[in-house]
């Protein structure tokens, strides 16, 4: 697998900044590009090739800034397109990559080409979205022109009393789908937010909802796998559609033109990730896939806070998870990613580890990043997870809860049941363990007021732990997280033969208590072993008889025999 000269991207390390949340320039309580600017050489020293910056684009923020109004300029409480010009700039001059965000499946309802869209039945740009007149039930009622369900729960189409018809909108009301099938479109699509970017230098894009693009022809009504709703996510018939991989080949035309630049995607559940990422299919370099991600969350995307106990984690499925993406490189010419953290998912050690007490914390972040470092594809590590920062506190009430996802699931269930409080009440319990917001809590700087996030009021509340969980607390200490990670991705890049690029074997993953795999390169291999209790586990695996032949680490520090400790994650490279 071990590529003579890889592309830049399979080693690097990339940092995904989420701008409202990273840091405040100019005390408004929003994060902004000049915020980011400062920490440009924070991001350096943490390990990070590249950067990867969520949405900054002008947007009324329904969905964070995944609503777009306008590719070409910069929402301006973030700043300006000079200020993101400046932090191209600054990246590179450290040699660092800048990846932004490319959301394309669909536009805010207030971008100009929705707006004239809207406008009339025949508008030019009437069928760059998707406009359908109404069905009709036998009552008369008026119904949408088929069952498809949104991704928070409610139909996809919304009925627009100008022009009486519904737009389908598979995320938010404010997020109508662009019609990809038409041709003018896709090519006003690459311009505006491709080109444009890439000549001002960007290095790549993450590409969101990558495999929505392509919609079964005549939109036929959905599976039914969702019993108590009348609207069903489509998945069968939006999902990896007909026309998708042409329309993949043709925007990795508009890639080529720029050179060495990456491309991420973000690929739902069920897809078939080699078609997307084999080199040979020249569609994209890499998948963001959810396998892991989704471990401990109901099935299905509108359902998935519905949790019931079977869908409560266990070590045995986030092992089968792992060795499902890692699997998906061996014997072929496709690339992955490893990743436990995002904006969209809750912090890892509250999900899988253990954020109980200060002690736990710290050692089960390391153990997740042990994880996480020795898996191979390009590493991507989220805001704040360098320095192990968990989810709200469980006396956070609903209304810090910011996220539309939130707010409409738990509004879905007060609805659903007649505001039953025991239904709300596992809702909101879901939600503390799982919801998008624990990812959005602003960054914890230092111990200063506001965790030296904002000198104002931050858009959403600072995390209780700020004055012992922050940047500048683990800076100087050896043994904090923040060590752990800038050492283990160093690790990651000495040992890159196996840790990278390595082919994945597991060697235990039924034990409920230790994860033990192994990663082979061509002349050596890695042996790791996660405990993943809080209490001491026998450990047959790595004797220091092997250690004088290798690189031996321990999430402790140092080694002892025969044993690991609570939380403890050891990694063992040597010849194979
Ligand atoms: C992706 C983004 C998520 C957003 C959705 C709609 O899943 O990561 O934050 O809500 O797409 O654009
Ligand atoms: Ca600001």
Known sequence: MADSTPPWWKEANIYQIYPASFQDSNGDGIGDLPGILSRIDY???????????????????????????????????????????????????????????LVINHTSNEHAWFKESRSSKDNPKRDWYFWRPP???????????????????????????????????????????LNWDNSETRKAIYQTSMHFWLQKGVDGFRIDTVNLYSKVPGLPDAEITNETSEYQWPRDVVCNGPRIHEFLSEMYNVFAQYGAIMTVGELGPDSDILSY??????????????DLV?????????????????DSWTLSKLASAVAAIQGSLANSDGWVTTYLENHDQARSISRWGSDLTEESR??????????????????????????????APK?????????????????????????????????????????????????????SRNAGFTQGKPWMRIHDNYALVNVQNQLSDEHS?????????????EHADVLVHGIYKAVQDEDLNVFIYEKHGSRRKAVVALNFSGAEQPCQVMHSSEAAKGTYMSTYGDVVEGRLRPYEGRLWIGPS
């Open 43 to 101: 991001i350096k020293d943490s390990g990070a090739d590249a950067i990867w910056i969520c949405p900054t684009y002008d947007s009324p923020q329904h969905d964070m800034g995944y609503d777009i109004s306008d590719y070409e300029s910069v929402y301006p409480p973030y700043g300006t397109v000079e200020d993101m010009e400046a932090i191209i700039a600054a990246c590179h001059k450290r040699g660092m990559k800048v990846l932004l965000d």
């Open 135 to 177: 069905r009709y039930d036998s009552q008369g009622n008026r119904k949408p022109p088929n069952n498809w369900g949104a991704f928070s729960g409610g139909s996809a189409w919304e009925w627009d009393e100008g022009t009486q018809e519904y737009y389908l909108h598979l995320f938010c009301p404010e997020q109508p789908d």
């Open 277 to 290: 990422v084999s080199a040979s299919a020249k569609q994209l370099n890499m998948a963001i896939q959810f």
């Open 294 to 310: 989704n471990v401990g969350f109901a099935p299905g995307i509108s359902t998935r806070y519905e949790v019931s106990p079977e």
């Open 362 to 391: 710290v050692q089960t972040a390391k153990l997740l990043a042990m994880l996480q470092a020795t898996l191979s594809g390009t590493l991507l590590l989220y805001q704040g997870q360098e320095i192990g920062m968990v989810n």
């Open 395 to 447: 006396d956070w009430p609903i209304e810090e809860y910011k996220d539309i996802l939130s707010v409409e699931f738990y509004k879905a269930i007060g609805a659903r049941t007649g505001g039953d409080p025991k239904a709300l009440a596992c809702a909101f319990a879901a939600l503390q363990s799982l919801a998008r917001d624990h990812a959005r809590i602003p960054m914890s700087w230092d111990g």
């Open 481 to 493: 997280v923040r060590s752990f990670w800038k050492k283990i991705l160093q690790v990651r890049k």
